[in-house]
């Protein structure tokens, strides 16, 4: 439902009339009476209304933004190390029931916002980030902090350096302070290993958080972290964010250095996989990828990344499409009803909307193209005894007609020759969505196929889980096909919260746009924090 200036002020005088105290009181602390609002059927109004006073007021520092964070220590209305225990101490508190963050650097961290706050206290020129404590997730490495990617094997592997984006983003001034937890092998939407344990969703301990990115998404939810970097192919930093109702952003590929994530001797994933930020907000997604952005090492000598800004400021400037759903993928009914009700905000907004526009695009094969292609760029990785019997399955599947499966068993075992061709028809995928967006500024869809999932660890693969959706049951890896529309492209896509369903489960979208136009999709979500739906924390973390 759209919410008109007037809704406001009458949400606002409804809200003053019961006292300014008890109305600071309620927004500060009372996530439960919110949600009670917030899946009330027609309380869409009173929910955003209620939801944007209570993050513009008088939230809990926890939950601020990085960026408002960032504003109050330049201001010196908080110091860093002053922060950095609020969040330790919370941390402390309600982190063995999440099993979000899995190492922590108290010593070194505390060292660092010491030496933040000195550097105030002179009036040094200070970073974007200054003082911002912030995670990262496990398989990225930070000096000194453990990078398992959930294998025992790998519980006492401390890299000496750090990933070259985490070097960017501590010289912007973040305070790195901990590793998030990953499922094994970052081959999951479920979060769980034998290393740390199992990540639950702060919205329902009982449900997984999603994955690979999973510890990320939890803490920031939960308000353990500032800030978060996350690693994405096949939605691992978006679904986590969708499940916990939190933002995150997958940039177009090859804008941030992957170099620092990888199996020991193995190397980068050549392919698809990138690094970027989660957050409780877009402002913080575009701040973060700013720092972010740029060549590996070995490239920056010649060349630099400036991403385009957005030429839209307003939601009544975008030309939208949304695609809420595909044969073959259902989609939860409530997720897709999110989706409408977006479109519908949206046109009341001033924006041009289609729910029929579409690239000339054969989703399906696009869907196995970006399996074979992810599973391509993950081969190096696979020991010899699962290489031996994945090459004994190609053999026997080699006569059967496309699937899901032949494309996972082909992508891992294809030839040199086999992918070029494959990339070849990546390159053409590319031009299709070139030319649709000519027409359209960006492309709605939902994130996965249900919301927040109840915990199944009958398998560490997702393709041989199921999960029900609308009451059917479908394999796990149907959720894939939304991550996988941008992917395979490289093409930037941003995931904001837009709602919940009637189970109180937060719902996200995800807003794709053109190769390298990465601050569209961040302005636009912006806009949408702005006039809409923004962050709100899960009930019971106070």
Known sequence: MQLHAADLARDCDRIALAGARRARSLMATS?????????????????????????????????????????????????????????????????????????????GARKQAEAADAALARDSAVGPLHGIPMTVKDSVDVAGLASTWGFGELKNNRPAKSAQVVEALTEAGAIVFGKTNVPLGLL????????????NNPWDVTCSPGGSSGGAAAALAAGLSALELGSDSAGSSRGPAHYCGIYAHKPTYGVVSIEGQSLPGVGSVPDIMVLGPMARSAEDLAVALDVMAGPDEAKAAAWRVTLPRSRLTKLSEFKVAIMSEHDGYDVDREVQA????????????????????????????????????????????????????????????AA??????????RGYTQSHREWIRNDQVRRQLQTTWGSFFRDYDVLLTPVAATAALPHDQSSRIDRFRKIVVNGKRVPATDQWFWAGLPAAAYLPATIAPIGFTSAGLPVGVQIIGPQYSDHTCLSFAHLLEQEYHSFVPPPGWN
């Not at 949600?35 to 939801?51: D, F, K």
């Not at 007021?57 to 990085?66: Q, R």
């Not at 999951?188 to 990540?199: H, L, M």
């Open 188 to 199: 999951s939407w479920e979060t769980f290993n034998d290393v740390f344990g199992t990540t």
């Open 31 to 107: 996530s439960d009476e919110y949600l009670e609002t917030a899946i009330s059927p027609g309380h869409a109004r009173t929910r955003r209304a209620i939801t944007r006073i209570a993050q513009a007021d008088t939230a809990a520092i926890h939950y601020w933004s990085a960026t408002r964070l960032a504003r109050a220590i330049r201001q010196k209305q908080i110091g860093c190390a002053e922060l950095l225990a609020a969040f330790l101490s919370r941390i402390e508190k309600h982190n063995p029931r999440l099993t979000a963050i899995v190492d922590l650097d108290l010593a």
């Open 338 to 397: 999110r989706l409408d009700e977006l479109g519908g905000f949206l046109s009341r907004r001033g924006a041009h909307v289609s729910s029929q526009a579409r690239p000339e695009i054969d989703f399906d094969a696009a869907h196995r193209l970006c399996l074979n292609l992810i599973c391509a760029s993950a081969a190096g990785a696979i020991p010899e005894p699962y290489w031996t019997q994945l090459t004994r399955m190609a053999r026997l599947t």
């Open 400 to 409: 059967r007609v496309d699937s899901e499966l032949t494309s996972v068993i």
